[in-house]
Structure formats: structure tokens, C-alpha cells
DNA sequence: CCGAGGATTATCT
DNA sequence: GATAATCCTCGGA
């Protein structure tokens, strides 16, 4: 069952909590890569001073103002892809980005994308998951709520409460001062190994 | 296991 | 010209 486009017209917070537990599915050549959601980021707002939205629209930003559902990948440190959903209804700047995934189907694949490091590193991160899956710049603005885009997530088991972690967000720069900087903002699950550190 | 430092380029000031 | 929602390598324990 793929999940649909209200579901991310929600606030971004809640998508990113309700996100774990879900399925990453990446079609290629036929072949289903998929993993477990086991860590996100929420990103909503123009006064979100650590979201790329904060500063008004920019050519490169301009997927988060549009249709919940969508692909916002971007690259970061001139190196990394980085895979986000466009969140919340048109015209508010919003996304999740997925951080972490645990490998379930096309381990083989990942294995090659991945050559020579630890299954452990092959996804536990928002710059390693997509190498793993082979998601890149050309995946940007696709519709993730059909099969059409070859990138989509599913529902999943849900992951009970009492192992659902929340802190602040990582990796965010200079500029972003509190509460921005403190908002428990991340979620993941709790002693899963592919959560980034 | 852990921390420090380098890589590398699109994007915006 | 500076910066960035990161990862990898390497040295030390």
C-alpha cells in the first residue's frame, strides 16, 4: 500500500514520527530495493532557521513550496545526495529527510552500490542510503505517492511508542540558534543499528 | 571504539 | 568567496 498524498499534507513533525517503521521502496531495472525507515528529520517553515526554506524560495529549494508527496533531493558538501518529501499543503515551505533505513529487499544490489564497506554502513545515514539505492539529483520533484517514479514509500509495521526516540536535529550549521537548534526534531528507533550517529 | 581533518561542487551573498 | 540537513580515512587506544 503506498502512502498516499494526504498523509503528507500533514505538519512535517508528524510525518517524519509517523514515517518510521515504513518501507523506502526504489525500483531498478525491475528490481525492488527496499528498506525499513528507522531514522528521520523535519524541516517546516520559513522562521525554521536550520530548514533550507527559511530564507524564501529559491530555484534550488523551490520543491518545498510545492505538492506534498514529492522527491526534494539535493546535493550537499558538493558530494551527497541527499533524499527529502515534500511536506504540508502547498505554499508552506516543509519537508522530512530520511537519514536512516534498514535493508530489506535488494541487499545484493546495495551490497555493489556499497562495494567494500560493512552492511552496517550501507544505509545508516542520509548521504549513504542513497547510494545505496542509486537515488541521485535526477530523482528530484518525482511523485513518490505511484509506482510511475520508480520511488515510493509504503506502509509498514508500525513502530510501538515506547521505541520511538526523539532529540535535536544533526549536523546543522552556524547560523541556526535556538529553539531551532534544540527542537527535538529527529526521531528514530530506539537501539536499531542503522541510526546514524 | 573514537576524534580530527580532508574531499569536493552547486548554490547563494 | 564562503558555505553546506555528510562521509571517509587515518592515527591512536
Redesign the pocket.
Given at each position: 500500500m503506498i502512502v498516499n498524498r494526504d498523509f503528507y499534507a500533514q505538519h512535517a513533525t508528524t510525518v517524519a514520527r509517523d514515517l518510521l517503521g515504513a518501507v523506502l521502496v526504489r525500483r531498478i531495472n525491475g528490481q525492488r530495493l527496499s528498506g525499513r525507515i528507522v531514522e528521520t528529520?523535519a524541516?517546516s517553515g520559513l522562521d525554521d532557521l536550520?530548514?533550507?526554506?527559511r530564507?524564501?524560495r529559491?530555484?534550488?529549494?523551490?520543491p518545498?513550496w510545492e505538492a506534498p508527496g514529492h522527491a526534494?533531493v539535493?546535493?550537499?558538501?558538493?558530494?551527497?545526495w541527499?533524499l527529502?518529501i515534500v511536506c504540508e499543503p502547498v505554499e508552506h515551505p516543509a519537508?522530512?529527510?530520511i537519514?536512516?533505513i534498514e535493508p530489506l529487499e535488494g541487499e545484493p544490489v546495495m551490497a555493489t552500490n556499497?562495494a567494500?564497506?560493512p552492511r552496517k554502513?550501507w544505509t545508516?545515514?542520509?548521504?549513504?542510503?542513497?547510494?545505496a539505492l542509486a537515488v541521485t539529483?535526477d530523482d528530484n520533484r518525482v511523485d513518490m505517492t505511484t509506482s510511475a517514479a520508480h520511488l515510493w514509500i509504503e506502509a509498514g509495521q508500525p513502530v510501538p511508542e515506547g521505541n520511538v526516540c526523539a532529540g535535536p536535529?544533526?549536523?546543522?550549521?552556524?547560523?541556526?540558534t535556538d529553539p531551532w537548534l534544540t527542537m527535538p526534531w529527529r526521531w528514530w528507533v530506539a537501539d536499531n543499528p542503522f541510526v546514524?550517529?
Open positions: 528529520e524541516y536550520a530548514s533550507h526554506g530564507a524564501g529559491t530555484p534550488r529549494n523551490l518545498m526534494y539535493y546535493l550537499i558538501y558538493g558530494a551527497y541527499l527529502n519537508a522530512v529527510l537519514r536512516a556499497r567494500g564497506r554502513h545508516s545515514g542520509p548521504g549513504r542510503l542513497t547510494l539529483g536535529r544533526i549536523g546543522l550549521g552556524r547560523h541556526v546514524s550517529k
